[in-house]
């Protein structure tokens, strides 16, 4: 079983467009995250949710607007899609309390032509 | 301010040889270390973490790192390197000033090739 799954896996589309990637994980985690790996291998963090309560909001365009209706599923839907958003997004997810252990999703390739 | 630094972008190392890939900190306070691993197109794995404890911590795929409270490092090592190990490392931190966010602060990764 997979622990942490993505779709789609791959993302092509036009500059303008809007599009969602979705996130679920089984491991029982109460918290999930959303990260952009950029063509360098950077990687940066953008969202997390526990419990369904954003906790994280880090510095990125509203474009961007995370959404969790539980707390198996994290969800990042993407407005206007603009060139620079080509990445590979990353959904993670971890278990309280202490934990700091972050397991990843297999990522989502976004191309923007 | 907090930070991770990998000092090495890359690192080539023969098979059969040990390994090392280096990793040092920057935090206030008591250090959470965590060291992933990425394999070509695939998502990051956790390795192996120091949070207490024996400063010689013990994780995955035969990987071990070191913890050093004076020169804050925490190097990751392998007595014997293979081809399958060739892929992205990262060193993360807990973000102390995050509070109870969980969140890590990530360094810029280390491409390990490991030459037949």
């Known amino acids: 079983d997979t622990a942490v799954s993505q779709t789609p896996k791959y993302l092509v589309t036009q500059m303008g467009n809007d599009k969602s990637i979705k996130c679920e994980q089984n491991l029982g985690h109460d918290t999930m995250y959303w990260y952009k790996q950029d063509s360098k291998k950077f990687l940066k963090i953008m969202f997390s949710?526990?419990?369904?309560?954003?906790?994280i909001n880090e510095t990125v365009p509203n474009r961007f607007s995370p959404k969790s209706p539980d707390k198996a599923h994290l969800n990042l839907h993407i407005n206007s899609l603009e060139l620079g958003d080509s990445a590979v997004y990353f959904c993670?997810?971890?278990?309280?309390?202490?934990?700091?252990?972050?397991?990843f999703g297999p990522g989502t390739r976004l191309t923007v032509t | 301010a907090q930070s991770v630094a990998q000092p090495e972008d890359q690192v080539n190392v023969a098979e059969g040889n040990p390994l090392t890939v280096k990793c040092t900190y920057s935090?206030?306070?008591?250090?959470?270390l965590f060291w992933y691993v990425q394999y070509p197109n695939r998502g990051l794995q956790f390795l192996l973490k120091y949070i207490t404890g024996d400063n010689l911590v013990k994780g995955s795929y035969g990987f071990e790192a070191e913890f050093n409270k004076s020169q804050t490092s925490f190097h990751l090592k392998k007595p014997s390197a293979l081809v399958s190990d060739s892929a992205l490392y990262f060193c993360?931190?807990?973000?102390?000033?995050?509070?109870?966010?969980?969140?890590?602060?990530w360094g810029l990764g280390t491409s390990l090739a490991v030459n037949p």
């Open positions: 949710y526990n419990n369904k309560e954003l906790i």
């Open positions: 993360a931190v807990r973000d102390i000033e995050a509070g109870n966010n969980r969140k890590l602060i």
């Open positions: 993670a997810s971890s278990r309280v309390p202490l934990s700091y252990e972050q397991y």
């Open positions: 935090v206030s306070g008591n250090p959470y």
